[in-house]
């Protein structure tokens, strides 16, 4: 079976003590794969070849010019191995191939390039003084970055965390998600190719609790630590990381609130509701998960957001023409199917969806669910949809804030003083307007309460992957 390697130093190897583990397509069922399993040795010498890296190696002490290049170099190989990529996140994870090739892989090469071209770009911010001195700032590379990422957008994710690290000079430990090991290995063989120094980039696999993933968040030669996962793992890392005061930047869960008012174009409303919650079979930390639709078109849309939910087409990810796939393991579908098994006993009812063959949960619509119900307070990571009808605007936004969560939000309106009233009211670090998923790179991103501590994106990024230096010069 194929060998999915660590990477570090510049060389792909196994593990020590030669530990592998079975990484699983959830449409066949079947291991297609064994990644190196790593452990707390495996994180250390990863971090050993970072540090040394970041301590001696070129890569800190290249011009942005220069460091641009390898990166640009590195998204070319990426749209050169397009194919490859998105196999190997398809097969991990059952996301449709269609998503992998069309959206995922160019946004990861596209997430390299922005983050060269903006650190190259970027202005410093210099301060003349009243009293003739004069200040600037110098952006300086933090040091050794360990990332650590989830499964439901592999390679994506881990491009939005190790581009900005790597353009600003950092050197980075990426610990992919255990259900996904394969992109990323793939990714630094790419790096390595595209003239990036060994040590710069090293991947290691294994699982979280009392193993590579916690090692990362321990060890003191560590400077930063970027997380995207779920918000009980945020405060485990959050606890690790304090010992070292470690910076942390976390993106976590979600449950999304989607407000669809009596004036909204009925269309966009429901093909973009849609998207929200059934892209990747709803495993996507911005789920519209909880949708509030105004009581004078409440039916209409149901019956419309229905129609169409039942119309997705389900089946074989490596299918061109799939548009929906199986959860990405069988732990996540006992978990989703679990939150199922609770909409009646909390007062809910299932209209359409529900478990399917295999690993697949079909579509579901849930409706009549009080808002104390698990489905509407919880994050299920999943093709499930809550819908509740609302009388006013104050209505829709206390519903909508009624949350631990605040990643993001959309609204569906064709007025104009509505939308911008209901964006400033609404808790959540991202809100869409007649809109969904749309990122501008500069912008920032991140979550407020559970879903997340502070913001990546832009300037946003390069103020958590710097130590930001203040020079004061007498002249
Ligand atoms: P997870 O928290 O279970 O795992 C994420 C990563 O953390 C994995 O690599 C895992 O091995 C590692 N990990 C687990 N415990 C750890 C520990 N104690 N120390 C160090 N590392 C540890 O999350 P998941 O199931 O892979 O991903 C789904 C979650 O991610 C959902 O909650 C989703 O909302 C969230 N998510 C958030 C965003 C966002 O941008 N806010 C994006 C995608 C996913």
Redesign the pocket.
């Known amino acids: 079976m194929e060998l999915i390697p660590h990477v570090i130093d510049g060389r792909e190897t196994e593990s020590r003590d030669g530990a592998r583990f079975p990484t699983v397509d959830p449409y066949t069922r079947r291991p297609w794969a064994e990644a190196a399993l790593g452990g707390r040795d495996e994180a250390a010498l990863a971090v050993t070849a970072a540090r040394r890296a970041f301590d001696e190696g070129p890569w800190p002490r290249m011009g942005y010019a220069e460091r641009g290049a390898i990166l640009h170099r590195l998204a070319d190989l990426m749209d050169a191995h397009l194919d490859e990529l998105a196999l190997a996140d398809t097969t991990d994870m059952g996301k449709p191939v269609a998503d992998t090739r069309g959206k995922d892989v160019p946004r990861s090469a596209s997430n390299i390039r922005f983050f060269a071209d903006h650190a190259r770009l970027s202005a410093a911010e210099a301060f003349p003084m009243d009293s003739g001195h004069h200040a600037y700032t110098r952006f300086e590379p933090a040091g050794v970055v360990a990332a650590?990422?989830?499964?439901?957008?592999p390679l994506m994710?881990e491009t939005?965390k190790i581009a900005p690290a790597l353009a600003w000079g950092n050197t980075v430990v990426l610990?992919?998600?255990?259900?996904?090991p394969a992109s990323a290995s793939l990714l630094a063989r790419l790096a390595l190719e595209a003239g990036m120094p060994p040590g710069v980039l090293n991947v290691v696999h294994?699982?979280?609790?009392?193993?590579?993933?916690?090692?990362?968040?321990t060890d003191p030669r560590v400077d930063r630590i970027t997380?995207?996962?779920?918000?009980?793992?945020?405060r485990?890392?959050a606890a690790?990381a304090a010992a070292n005061l470690t910076p942390v930047s976390?993106?976590?869960?979600?449950k999304g609130a989607n407000l669809v008012f009596a004036d909204a174009d009925l269309d966009l409303a429901v093909s973009w509701s849609i998207k929200a919650i059934f892209t990747n079979a709803g495993?996507?930390?911005?789920?519209g998960s909880r949708l509030y639709v105004q009581r004078d078109i409440y039916q209409e849309f149901v019956d419309r957001f229905t129609a169409a939910a039942e119309a997705l087409i389900a089946g074989d990810p490596k299918d061109p023409a799939t548009q929906f796939g199986p959860l990405?393991s069988e732990e996540?579908h006992a978990k989703v199917t679990s939150y199922l098994d609770t909409v009646p006993a909390d007062g809910g009812k299932i209209v359409t969806g529900g478990p399917g063959e295999g690993l697949f949960v079909h579509p579901t619509i849930v409706l009549d669910a009080p808002p104390t119900a698990r489905v509407c307070r919880e994050?299920i990571?999943g093709p499930v949809a809550v819908v509740t009808p609302f009388d006013t605007e104050a209505d829709a936004v206390a519903a909508a804030n009624d949350t631990p969560y605040g990643?993001n939000a959309m609204v569906f309106t064709e007025n104009l003083s509505r939308a911008h009233r209901v964006s400033a009211a609404l808790r959540a670090?991202t809100v869409w307007t007649n809109c969904f998923f749309i990122r501008d790179l500069r912008a920032p991103?991140?979550?407020v309460g559970d879903?997340?501590i502070g913001r990546e994106g832009g300037t946003y990024s390069r103020e958590f992957f710097t130590e930001p230096k203040a020079v004061v010069m007498a002249v």
């Open positions: 650590i990422a989830p499964w439901n957008f994710l939005w610990k992919p998600a255990e259900q996904t294994g699982h979280g609790p009392g193993s590579a993933g916690e090692a990362l968040t997380f995207t996962g779920e918000s009980a793992t945020g485990a890392i690790a976390f993106e976590l869960g979600g495993q996507v930390c911005l789920a990405a996540h994050e990571f990643l670090g991103f991140g979550g879903s997340g």
